[in-house]
């Protein structure tokens, strides 16, 4: 049993206006389908669903609770509208809990205001990494720390604390970068100098105009 979970029903509304509808009713429409299952048209409560990944984020294993039946699932994809804040449809996977499933799970940086000072920023310069593991062992989430990092010592995927672990394979180049440490205030200032234009001031004599006359 996964400690998330969140209740759907399954729904006969098609089409963009049925869909419309199911919104206006404060549903999101979205879809159910996995390895040797048909896949069913479902709708979720979209207030219940905006509580589920304010809490556990979009990657976590989840019970979906379906007629009076408890489905493994994660979410695969989350449409939103692109201006208003309101989402339009979402699918979730059906997975069998002793097979493998690929998926992408976000990183958030922590340890932030410990190495930021002065002329020294952060640049995160990769925010999620793919993972490959068993249903139960999908990370909630992932955390890289950089409070002891500094100028010459990146935070690295091979640092994470799920790079340890045994049961969670990664996908990507262990050795790539997530954060760095750089100064940035002579860059900037130099910058400003070369981009600043020589402004002309009308109206003014110059030395040599005035020598002439």
């Known amino acids: 049993m996964a ?14 206006n049925r869909s419309r509808q199911l919104r206006n009713k404060g ?3 979205g879809i159910l389908y996995g390895k040797g299952m048909e896949t069913q048209p479902v709708k979720v409560k979209e207030s219940e669903f ?5 809490t556990y984020g979009s990657s976590s ?3 979906l609770e379906l007629d009076d039946k408890v489905i493994p699932v994660i979410i695969k994809e989350i449409q939103e509208h692109p201006i208003k804040n309101q989402y339009l449809h979402v699918d979730f ?4 809990m002793d097979e493998t499933v690929k998926l992408t799970i976000p990183i958030t940086i922590v340890g932030r205001e410990n190495v930021e000072k002065g002329d020294i920023i952060l640049v995160q310069q990769i925010d999620e990494v793919n993972i490959e593991c068993l249903p139960g062992n999908i990370p909630q989430s992932v955390e890289a720390d950089v409070s002891n990092i500094d100028l010459n010592t990146p935070l690295l995927i091979e640092d994470l604390d799920i ?3 045994e049961n969670i394979t990664i996908l990507d180049d262990v050795k790539d970068p997530i954060a760095v440490l750089t100064e940035v205030a002579e860059e900037v200032e130099e ?4 981009e600043m234009p020589e402004v002309e ?3 003014e004599e110059s030395e040599e105009d005035a020598d002439e006359e």
């Open 61 to 63: 294993l989840m019970d």
């Open 3 to 16: 400690e998330v979970k969140m209740a759907a029903e399954l729904r006969n509304e098609m089409g963009k």
């Open 163 to 165: 790079a340890k672990d």
């Open 191 to 194: 910058d400003l100098d070369e």
């Open 27 to 29: 549903y999101i429409p």
């Open 201 to 203: 001031v009308i109206g």
């Open 50 to 54: 905006r509580r589920v990944l304010r």
């Open 93 to 96: 996977q059906k997975l069998r």
